[in-house]
């Protein structure tokens, strides 16, 4: 089995920064795409960043310029720097991850770790 285990997430005011990781353990033979998503209250859970692992990324428009995902392949671990917060970035944000196992391929998502922006 795999877990994913998100870290990171506070309550930080306006303009502040967090950086959350997330690391996947377990059976894990490879890994394709490594995304973060976030679920605002009473809103759907959106896309915010995935990076592939050939290290090509996609953000949602709203985080570009602010947010920077990456990966480090050895630890199997996606991380998400988040600068420039604002009050809407608020969330849950998740950590999802394509991963070959024992049973093939599957999406496999984290916890959520809860981000705050508010001063």
């Known amino acids: 089995q795999v877990q994913l285990l998100e870290s990171g997430g506070d309550l930080v005011q306006p303009g502040g920064s967090l950086r959350l990781s997330c690391a996947a353990s377990g059976l894990i033979f490879s890994m394709n795409a490594m995304g973060w998503y976030r679920q605002a209250p009473g809103k759907q859970r959106e896309l915010v960043a995935v990076?592939?692992?050939?290290?090509?990324?996609n953000y949602v428009d709203s985080v570009k310029g602010r947010f920077t995902i990456s990966r480090d392949n050895a630890k199997n671990t996606v991380y998400l720097q988040m600068n420039s917060l604002k009050p809407e970035d608020t969330g849950v944000y998740y950590c999802?991850?394509?991963?070959?196992?024992?049973?093939?391929?599957?999406?496999?998502w984290g916890q959520g770790t809860q981000v705050t922006v508010a001063s």
């Open positions: 999802n991850a394509d991963v070959r196992s024992t049973g093939g391929w599957s999406y496999y």
């Open positions: 990076v592939r692992s050939g290290g090509s990324t």
